[in-house]
Nanobody, 117 residues
Framework: QVQLVESGGGLVQLGGSLRLSCTAS????????MGWYRQAPGKQRELVAR???????RYADSVKGRFTISRDYAKNTVYLQMNSLKPEDTAVYCC???????????WGQGTQVTVSS
């Protein structure tokens, strides 16, 4: 079992920045892909950014060049640095972990990000 705890959400103005953190309860990065998803009211959940167990990254087109996913092995923590935030980035952001091969999947509880114009 893996627990994921997110933090770092909040209210920010247009053009501002936030850094989200997701801390895992044990060391998993070498065998799990980590991702950040978001869901806005009335919309489907979408993948924002993902980092594989090997370190390769992937981003939604809407956040490329503005968001960066990274991880700190020593802290068991994955980060999502969000810059140049827009009102359309407003959503609940959730951390996700999927084991290599897909046998196990875990979700965090989510953190609210609100961007005001």
């Amino acid at each position: 079992q893996v627990q994921l705890v997110e933090s770092g959400g909040g209210l920010v103005q247009l053009g501002g920045s936030l850094r989200l953190s997701c801390t895992a309860s044990r060391r998993i990065f070498s065998t799990y892909a980590m991702g950040w998803y978001r869901q806005a009211p009335g919309k489907q959940r979408e993948l924002v950014a993902r980092i594989s167990s090997g370190g390769s990254t992937r981003y939604a087109d809407s956040v490329k060049g503005r968001f960066t996913i990274s991880r700190d092995y020593a802290k068991n923590t994955v980060y999502l640095q969000m810059n140049s935030l827009k009102p359309e980035d407003t959503a609940v952001y959730c951390c996700n972990a999927v084991s290599v091969g897909g046998g196990f999947e875990y979700w965090g509880q989510g953190t609210q990000v609100t961007v005001s114009s």
